[in-house]
């Protein structure tokens, strides 16, 4: 008999890493995982777990069915866990094309190859199995400054070309449960930070650009507000919820967070002017610049996680002041990995994205 394993998607990007390096250091099961190494995908975030007997990276992408097909017949995997997806609206709105592709084509591909997978199993093992849909918050539109946190029941209102992908997707997995049966399950984040993102995000990028003396772009009045949650919470609740969540139920997850993006900033600029008071700019807060805002930007996101809490018996570990000091001190800690990720194409994108 095989050992049991879990098929992760998009493994090597933030939060994928991030969980595949915390299921490890927790589970027994073994991982395979499934990521076509896009700009964001960097496999240098699992070297830590590279020679772990347990772990198998394969590069190829979700929407090629023969080779999904393949690996859950060799595999035989008792959850998937879909992370692997284009995530960054300012991305959405220069090129939406590859991400209709990867977040509509590819988890409809990954359904299809699920579902004729869980077929073929035998009753014990098909009630057992699990697909796991990681989404977000932005699925829902934005809020007003008065407004309730999203829930569950919360009517979908999709702005950008990355969240109507998301939405999409979304609708996709509910139907395949109520249609077919599969079982399934589906979570909402909110904005994660924490080690390993990608720096076009918004905590890494003011990290970076604060240490090394670049102008902080902001985007318009910088009074957006967002619910932060540390990632390594928000792999513990996808955990959760593979464990104990109801088949063809949606989880809300959020860190209970609610912070206007300038106090963001001027957190980290402050916590910076702590640990590194010798960097070219100090204070670091006077880099700050503010940009033109981006087109159809959501004002406000929040979330309710109180089905998470009074159902699964999950709340968020870190504060933003706790996970956000962690969060610094690990890129402060980690230069080489901003250098290797920080390419040519980084400095370009950062260039035509915000003309500085």
Same mark, same amino acid.
């Given at each position: ?26 589970? %027994?099961? &073994?991982?395979?995982?499934? #990521?076509? +190494?896009?700009? @964001? ?7 830590? *777990? ?112 990355? %969240?109507? &992908?998301?939405?999409?997707? #979304?609708? +996709?997995?509910? @139907? ?7 079982? *399934? ?172």
């Amino acid at each position: 008999m095989q050992p049991e394993t879990i098929l992760v998607t998009g493994g090597a990007g933030f939060i994928g890493s991030n969980f595949v390096l915390q299921w490890l250091a927790s589970e %027994s099961s &073994s991982i395979i995982n499934l #990521d076509k +190494l896009t700009y @964001a995908g960097n496999p240098a975030n699992l070297s830590a *777990v590279s020679h772990d007997r347990r772990y198998r990276f394969l590069q190829g992408d979700i929407c090629d069915r023969e080779l999904v097909a393949e690996l859950l017949i060799t595999h035989r995997p008792r959850a998937i866990i879909h992370f692997a997806a284009e995530s960054h609206v300012d991305r959405s709105i220069h090129g939406p094309d590859d991400f209709i592709r990867t977040n509509v084509n590819g988890t409809f591909s990954l359904l299809e190859e699920s579902r004729a997978y869980w077929s073929g199993l035998a009753k014990k093992e098909r009630d057992s199995f699990r697909f796991l849909h990681v989404s977000t918050d932005e699925v829902y539109g934005s809020l007003g400054p008065d407004d309730p946190a999203f829930t569950e029941r919360t009517q979908y209102a999709p702005n950008s070309p990355y %969240s109507a &992908s998301k939405a999409a997707s #979304d609708h +996709l997995v509910r @139907a395949y449960f109520h249609t077919y049966g599969l079982r *399934v399950l589906t979570t909402n984040c909110s904005n994660n930070y924490g080690p390993y993102q990608f720096p076009e995000k918004l905590v890494p990028l003011v990290i970076l650009h604060a240490m090394s003396g670049k102008a902080i772009p902001v985007y318009g009045d910088g009074q957006n507000v967002r619910d932060w949650i540390y990632v390594a919470d928000h792999c513990e609740a996808i955990r959760t919820v593979l464990a104990r969540g109801r088949t063809g139920e949606t989880y809300n997850i959020g860190g209970g967070n609610e912070m206007k993006n300038i106090e963001v900033v001027e957190t980290i600029c402050s916590t910076l002017d702590e640990l590194r008071p010798n960097d070219p700019v100090v204070p670091h807060k006077v880099l700050i610049k503010f940009v033109p805002d981006r087109p159809g930007h959501d004002r406000r996101y929040a979330m309710s996680s109180a089905k998470m809490e009074s159902d699964l018996g999950w709340k968020p570990r870190e504060t933003f002041a706790s996970g956000i000091r962690k969060t610094v001190q690990w890129y402060v800690d980690n230069q080489p990995w901003i250098e290797n990720v920080t390419s040519g194409s980084y400095r370009q994108w950062m260039a035509t994205q915000y003309s500085m």
